[in-house]
């Protein structure tokens, strides 16, 4: 491929990128207000969006007054649809494999975080990043945690999910070592410590940071009480020192 047309097929990506973006932007849009968003002729418009229908984009059109052409949300350039806990579980798995260290997964790893950003529109993948910098890795379990692990609930796991995908308050019934109480708590982080899924939480009960361990999480309810995300190394240095009682 020669370098001039290399650089036309690299504009083409990116004019790919930015035409889906726009799209993905408004409920909906009219040929020339987007040829003139994209400095294109309607020809070269009509063709980049031939492209992207090609590539699985379901993209709608309207005739008439009033009409136009629009995709559905959460769309990608992959043709990839997420829902939150879908979003969530993937990057779960993706955490799961850079603690293993897998030499069969490292070596895609960062293209598929690359591709899992790409695949919602671009006013959702900012979102998207800060729930992957609140996914964190700790330390392996003790042999004790390892050998008491159970798989937690699943209707718990998904009210966990709404809360920390909607940072809001969960309310939960939690088992510890030592008693089983009701507490209101922030759902900040999710961290795995193979094979053990912990929670970072602010806590309204203890007015403290705590880490939960999901598999002790007997049941959850979804509050109305939204919260402001804290630091990480902050709740992290404070967490360090409880890892001995879960």
């Not at 309207?62 to 009409?67: L, P, Q, S, V, Y």
Request: no cysteine; aromatic share 6%.
């Amino acid at each position: 491929m020669t370098p001039l047309k290399k650089a036309s097929h690299e504009n083409v990506s990116e004019r790919l990128d930015r035409l889906l973006g726009l799209l993905a932007s408004q409920r909906s849009w009219n040929g020339p207000g987007l040829a003139a968003e994209l400095g294109v002729s309607l020809r070269t418009l009509r063709r980049d969006m031939a492209q992207l229908v090609a590539r699985g984009v379901p993209i709608e059109a309207e005739r008439g007054r009033g009409g136009g052409v629009r995709v559905p949300a959460r769309v990608g350039l992959g043709g990839l649809q997420l829902n939150h806990r879908e979003a969530i579980d993937l990057l779960l798995a993706l955490a799961i494999g850079e603690r293993m260290r897998s030499p069969l997964l490292l070596s895609s790893l960062k293209g598929l975080r690359q591709k899992i950003a790409t695949a919602f529109p671009p006013e959702e993948r900012s979102r998207i990043n800060r729930l992957r910098r609140r996914i964190l890795h700790g330390p392996l379990a003790s042999q004790r945690v390892s050998d008491t692990w159970e798989n937690p609930r699943p209707a718990v796991l998904n009210l966990v999910q709404d809360g920390f995908f909607e940072q809001r308050a969960i309310e939960v019934v939690y088992r510890s070592a030592r008693e089983k109480s009701t507490r209101v708590v922030e759902p900040h982080y999710l961290m795995l410590s193979w094979p053990a899924w912990y929670l970072l939480v602010w806590d309204h009960l203890r007015e403290a940071v705590r880490i939960l361990r999901l598999d002790r999480i007997e049941s959850a309810r979804l509050t109305d009480r939204t919260f402001q995300l804290r630091e990480a190394d902050a709740m992290l240095l404070v967490a360090r020192d409880l890892f001995t009682s879960v």
